[in-house]
C-alpha cells in the first residue's frame, strides 16, 4: 500500500489501521494474552468526548474495535450529563469497549466503565502497578518499551509506527493514541488545542442559545 505522510490527522489515522490489519496484527482485549500478533488498541480521552466518537466512528467503519479509557471526574467532560450518557453508548453501539481513565491514587471504579484502567499522566513509581479489583494496562504483563508507541503531546517517541505495522515487526503492540490529537487540525500541539477550543467555543455557544440565552 502507498502511505501518505505522517499526519496526526484522520485520514492518516485510517492508514494506521490499515497498515495493522496488512501486517495481521488481531485487535485484542485487555484481560487477555497478550499473544503474538496482538495489537491493544487504547484510547485515553483526557480532553473531548466529540473527539473520541469521532475517531471511534472511523475505526468501525474499518471493521476494528478499540479500547477507550473515560474518566469520571474529567474537568472538561461530564459523563453524568447527556452528552457522556450518548457518548458512552454510541462507543459501545460501535463495537468498542470501555475502561476507567483514572488519576493515582484514586482506583475506585466506574461501574459504567468496567475494570480496566489506564492511568491519567503517570509516575514511573506507581505507573505498573498491579490493581486489587482492576486490571492495569501498563502493569508490566502489559508494558514493555519494546511492544508500546504513543502519540503523547502529539509526537512519536520513535517515530510513527505505520511502516512497522504494516511489516508485522512488533511480535505484539499496545498503541496508545488520544482522539483530539487526531480529530482537531494542527501541526503542533498548541495549534490542535487551538482548533479543540475554538470547536468546543461553537458547541458552548448552541448549548447556550438551547437553553434559551439571549446571545445579541
Not at 469521532?54 to 468501525?60: G, I, K, W
Not at 475494570?115 to 509516575?123: S, T, Y
Not at 482492576?134 to 511502516?163: A, L
Request: charged fraction near 25%; proline fraction near 5%; glycine fraction near 8%.
Amino acid at each position: 500500500m502507498t502511505t501518505s505522510a505522517c499526519a496526526f490527522d484522520l485520514d492518516h489515522y485510517a492508514e494506521l489501521l490499515a497498515c495493522a490489519k496488512e501486517g495481521g496484527y488481531r485487535f485484542a482485549d485487555f484481560g487477555q494474552g497478550p499473544e503474538p500478533g496482538d495489537l491493544f488498541l487504547r484510547h485515553d480521552v483526557d480532553l473531548s468526548l466529540d473527539a473520541a466518537v469521532r475517531l471511534a466512528e472511523v475505526e468501525a467503519a474499518a471493521g476494528v474495535s478499540a479500547w477507550y479509557f473515560l474518566m469520571r471526574d474529567s474537568v472538561f467532560y461530564n459523563l453524568g450529563s447527556d452528552e457522556g450518557s450518548e457518548a458512552i453508548a454510541r462507543l459501545r453501539g460501535l463495537g468498542h469497549r470501555l475502561g476507567c481513565h483514572l488519576v493515582f491514587p484514586d482506583t475506585q471504579l466506574d461501574e459504567r466503565l468496567g475494570p480496566v484502567v489506564a492511568w491519567h499522566n503517570p509516575d514511573p513509581d506507581y505507573m505498573s502497578a498491579e490493581l486489587e479489583d482492576g486490571i492495569n494496562v501498563m502493569s508490566t504483563r502489559y508494558f514493555s518499551p519494546k511492544t508500546y508507541r504513543s502519540d503523547s503531546n502529539q509526537r512519536w517517541r520513535h517515530g510513527c509506527p505505520h511502516e512497522d505495522l504494516r511489516r508485522g515487526a512488533f511480535p505484539w503492540l499496545q498503541l496508545l493514541t488520544h482522539p483530539e490529537i487526531w480529530v482537531y487540525e494542527g501541526e503542533t500541539m498548541g495549534q490542535t488545542m487551538g482548533s479543540m477550543l475554538e470547536a468546543e467555543k461553537q458547541r458552548r455557544l448552541e448549548q447556550l442559545r438551547a437553553d434559551r440565552i439571549d446571545l445579541s
